[in-house]
Nanobody
Framework: QVQLVESGGGLVQPGGSLRLSCAAS????????MGWNRQAPGKERELVAG???????RYADSVKGRFTISRDNAKNTVYLQMNSLKPEDTAVYYC????????????WGQGTQVTVSS
């Protein structure tokens, strides 16, 4: 099992920034990819960004150029720097980790709320 603990969510005004963190513990030897998905009210959960242990990344088109994912393998921690936030970024953000990019064998955090509002 892998445990994921998220931090860094909150309320921010449009155009502002937030940084999310997610620390992994447990059977981390099974982990290659880590990332963030989000789910807004009434919508399906969607990919935000992901990163492999080697540093390869992927982003949703809606966040490219605004969000940056990074990873500290020594600390088993993944970060999501979110800049130029928009109201449509409001959602619960879920950290996740797994052996591949797929959903099989993936572990999920409990989620952290991000609200972008004036």
């Amino acid at each position: 099992q892998v445990q994921l603990v998220e931090s860094g969510g909150g309320l921010v005004q449009p155009g502002g920034s937030l940084r999310l963190s997610c620390a992994a513990s447990g059977s981390i030897f099974s982990i290659n990819t880590m990332g963030w998905n989000r789910q807004a009210p009434g919508k399906e959960r969607e990919l935000v960004a992901g990163i492999t242990s080697g540093g390869s990344t992927r982003y949703a088109d809606s966040v490219k150029g605004r969000f940056t994912i990074s990873r500290d393998n020594a600390k088993n921690t993944v970060y999501l720097q979110m800049n130029s936030l928009k109201p449509e970024d409001t959602a619960v953000y879920y950290c996740n980790a797994g052996p591949t990019w797929g959903l099989t064998g993936r572990f999920w955090g409990q989620g952290t709320q991000v609200t972008v509002s004036s």
